[in-house]
């Protein structure tokens, strides 16, 4: 098996400032005085373009935690919304809470409920209502 090459310092740097977020991608190179020939040659390596992989899925991840963590709460709100005094407002958190998707199963090795699985809170009826309310408004818009 062939031994891995090592990326070089500059490259590194360059890859490291790419994820910063602080500059675009032609300011990074500006910056590392890496043209963008060299850069175009860069990419066209395993190593560099794994290395690059890794770092994209890495921060893909982060992404998809941070709004894993935050979902219940925004859905929280949006529910809270549905009572807001002005129609307008809570029109739109109902229309946001019909078109969310619906949730994924956590995948487990049992077809049955995976233990410590949190109980989903329950719509009151005037908020059930209110949706339900909303939907006949939309359809009878439509059909307009």
């Known amino acids: ?31 590392h005085k890496v043209s963008r020939n060299v850069y175009n040659r860069w990419l066209a390596d395993e190593n ?3 290395e690059f992989d890794r770092r994209t899925d890495s921060a893909r991840r982060q992404g998809e935690l941070i709004i894993a963590k935050y ?3 925004a859905a929280a709100k949006l529910v809270q919304l549905t009572e807001s ?5 809570a ?7 019909i078109s969310l998707p619906p949730a994924k199963k956590p995948q ?7 233990a410590g699985e949190q109980e989903q809170p329950q719509l009151s009826d005037e908020t059930v209502s209110r949706l339900l309310a909303v939907l006949a408004e939309e359809k009878k818009e439509n059909t307009k």
């Open 91 to 97: 029109r739109k958190a109902c229309l946001d809470i």
């Open 1 to 31: 098996m062939a031994k891995k090459k090592r990326l070089s310092k500059k490259q590194l740097a360059v890859i490291e400032e790419m994820f910063s977020g602080e500059l675009d991608e032609q300011q990074v190179l500006d910056k």
């Open 48 to 50: 560099f373009c794994a």
């Open 71 to 73: 979902a219940s709460l």
């Open 108 to 114: 487990g090795p049992s077809e049955t409920e995976p």
């Open 85 to 89: 005094k002005s129609q307008e407002t």
